[in-house]
């Protein structure tokens, strides 16, 4: 039987203390990387609870933002049916929307020479226009004819007329009996004379008075 040497002993007691100590070292790490993977867990539950949140919250937002879009397009809608509702029949060519009716300008250097009440060539094309206008899509209402002029004295012409009411006045009166002509009924016609107190431009330029030279043709709806 051998002998047991004390550097025998020495051998034992490391390799036991290596064992031992392996055992430990595996057995905290273990336990670790446990630990860390329930950390994980936690933290991929808190995610996925956050993320239905932020999904519910999405849901919700998209929902109101329909209905809110609904409210609009319901809004627009009504809109458009009270706009329609006031601006009543539509207008013919050229004639624009105004507080009394619809209205046509025409300017009087179309109309007449200068100075005279005598209506031109184009004049009366234009008038053509107009009544036909008059006898279709304003067929039944009340018309008026205002005739107007710029500032101007009258000069040349002052053997003709008086002033300049009284230019516009038969000017206006010319007008008035050519729609008349073309089938505007008589008792519907009523003619203006407003002379040059009722400018729409500036008589101090060429331009503003040739805008202020005009007749204005209206079709009465109020």
């Not at 329909?66 to 539509?90: F, M, T």
């Not at 206008?133 to 005739?147: I, K, Q």
Request: hydrophobic residues 40%; contains cysteine.
């Amino acid at each position: 039987m051998k002998r047991i040497t004390s550097s025998m002993l020495v051998v034992v007691a490391i390799v036991g203390a290596m064992s031992l100590f392996g055992c430990n070292g595996k057995d905290k790490t273990i336990q670790g990387l446990t630990v860390r993977n329930q950390e994980l867990q936690n933290e991929k539950q808190d995610l996925q609870d956050q993320l239905a949140q932020s999904k519910a919250r999405e849901d919700a937002l998209a929902a109101e933002l329909s209905a809110r879009q609904a409210e609009l397009d319901a809004a627009l809608a009504h809109i458009r049916e009270v706009e329609s509702k006031q601006a009543g029949p539509p207008t013919a060519a050229g004639w624009e929307r105004g507080v009394l009716g619809d209205k046509v300008t025409v300017g009087t250097d179309i109309l007449f020479a200068a100075g005279k009440a005598d209506l031109t060539s184009a004049g009366k094309s234009a008038l053509d226009r107009i009544a036909a206008d008059l006898n279709a899509t304003y067929s039944g209402l009340p018309v008026r004819v205002y005739g107007h002029t710029d500032s101007d004295p009258i000069r040349k012409t002052r053997r003709l007329w008086q002033d300049n009411l009284d230019l516009s006045a038969n000017r206006a009166m010319a007008v008035t009996r050519y729609l008349i002509s073309k089938g505007v009924n008589a008792k519907s016609v009523e003619t203006v004379a407003m002379g040059e107190s009722h400018p729409v431009a500036d008589n101090s330029t060429t331009a503003g008075k040739a805008k202020n030279r005009r007749v204005e043709i209206i079709a009465i709806r109020r």
